[in-house]
C-alpha cells in the first residue's frame, strides 16, 4: 500500500530563512508520480511539481527547490529566503498510476516578518 | 481562468439533516473526487467519479454517497449528518490522460467547511 509521511507538523521561520519540508513516500510500485500542493489560507490546495519515478533529477524553480532520492524514498522540498506569502500547508503526495492520490497529513509553515 | 467552484464555504447543520455539497468543474475534466481534510490526517479520498454516472468508493465512503448526473457538477450527499463529519470537504478534478492518469494534476476547489451540532 502506498504511505506518505510529512513528519513535521508545524515549521516557523523568520523572513529570509531557509526551510526544507521533509516528505518520505512508500509504495511497492516502480512506477509512481510524486507532488507537492500548497494550500493558503484561502484554502484551495495549488500544484507546485510532479515528479515520475524514473527522474531523479533535482528541480529548482525560483525559490522553490525539490530533492528526489529513490534511495531513501524522499521528495524534499526547500524555500530558500522565505516570504511570509510562503506561510501555508504544504502537502506531498504519490500516485501509482490509477485514481488514488495519496496525501500525506502536511507541515504548516509559518514564516514570520 | 480554470476553475472548480464549490458552491458553499461555510455550512452549519444540525445532527441528522441531509446536507448536499455541490462542485462544478469548468475544464470539461473526464475525473472528479471529493476529500476530506482533517488535521494531522491530511486528505483522504471520500468517493470519486470517473465519468458521467460512474462512480468509485474511495478509501472512507461510509455515511457519505455521490451523484453525478452532469459532466461538469459532482455532488456530495450526507444522508444524515453526523458530528464526526464536521470536517473541510475538498473538490477536485483532473482530466484523464492518455499515457498514465495517475500522472495527472489534480485542480482543488477552495473547500467547504462543514459544521454538524
Known amino acids: 500500500a502506498q504511505k506518505v509521511t510529512q513528519a513535521q507538523t508545524e515549521i516557523s521561520v523568520v523572513e529570509k530563512e531557509d526551510v526544507t519540508l521533509d516528505c518520505v513516500y512508500e509504495t511497492r510500485d516502480t512506477t509512481y508520480y510524486l507532488f507537492w500542493y500548497k494550500q493558503p489560507p484561502s484554502g484551495e490546495l495549488v500544484f507546485l511539481i510532479r515528479r515520475n519515478s524514473f527522474d531523479e533529477q533535482n528541480e529548482i524553480s525560483g525559490r522553490y527547490s525539490w530533492n528526489f532520492q529513490k534511495s531513501t524514498s524522499s521528495f524534499n522540498f526547500t524555500i530558500t529566503a522565505s516570504q511570509v506569502v510562503d506561510s501555508a500547508v504544504y502537502f506531498c503526495?504519490?500516485?501509482?498510476?490509477?485514481?488514488?492520490?495519496?496525501f500525506g497529513a502536511g507541515t504548516r509553515l509559518f514564516v514570520k516578518a | 481562468d480554470v476553475k472548480v467552484t464549490q458552491s458553499s464555504r461555510y455550512l452549519v447543520k444540525r445532527t441528522g439533516e441531509k446536507v448536499f455539497l455541490e462542485c462544478v468543474q469548468d475544464m470539461d475534466h473526464e475525473n472528479m473526487f471529493w476529500y476530506r481534510q482533517d488535521p494531522g490526517l491530511g486528505l483522504r479520498l471520500i468517493y470519486f467519479?470517473?465519468?458521467?454516472?460512474?462512480?468509485e468508493k474511495g478509501d472512507i465512503p461510509e455515511g457519505y454517497s455521490v451523484s453525478r448526473e452532469k459532466k461538469e457538477r459532482f455532488s456530495l450527499i450526507l444522508e444524515s449528518a453526523s458530528t464526526n463529519q464536521t470536517s473541510m470537504y475538498l473538490c477536485?478534478?483532473?482530466?484523464?490522460?492518455?499515457?498514465?492518469?495517475?500522472?495527472?494534476?489534480?485542480?482543488f476547489g477552495a473547500g467547504s467547511r462543514l459544521t454538524v451540532l
Open positions: 503526495a504519490t500516485n501509482t498510476g490509477g485514481f488514488k492520490t495519496i
Open positions: 477536485a478534478s483532473r482530466e484523464t490522460g492518455t499515457a498514465s492518469t495517475g500522472a495527472n494534476v489534480l485542480t
Open positions: 467519479s470517473y465519468d458521467v454516472k460512474m462512480k
